[in-house]
């Protein structure tokens, strides 16, 4: 018996819209994380995405300066 795999969608799961300014792959990923885990600090972001935290500040930064994010104390979250 043979089965065929149909590559569809996964219901229920809404992929998050990428702002289109964004062109550097890492400050995607910092986006993108932030978008699925809600909010995060900079010690999870370097842990979770395994980058340093000198590039984290510069991203983090960039992104608070176009409004994609507020930070909160030590916590960083989506605007």
Not at 10 to 33: C, H, N, Q, W
Not at 48 to 54: A, E, N, Q, R, Y
Not at 63 to 69: G, K
Request: aromatic content about 6%.
């Amino acid at each position: 018996m043979q089965r065929s795999m149909h590559s569809q969608p996964t219901a229920g799961i809404d992929a998050p819209s990428m702002p289109s300014e964004l062109e550097s792959p890492r400050a995607k990923l910092v986006y993108l994380f932030l978008s699925t885990h809600g909010e995060a600090s900079l010690a999870e972001l370097e842990a979770s995405l395994d980058m340093k935290k000198i590039s984290l500040y510069s991203i983090l930064s960039t992104l608070r300066e176009r409004e994609l994010i507020d930070q909160d104390a030590e916590r960083y979250r989506l605007s």
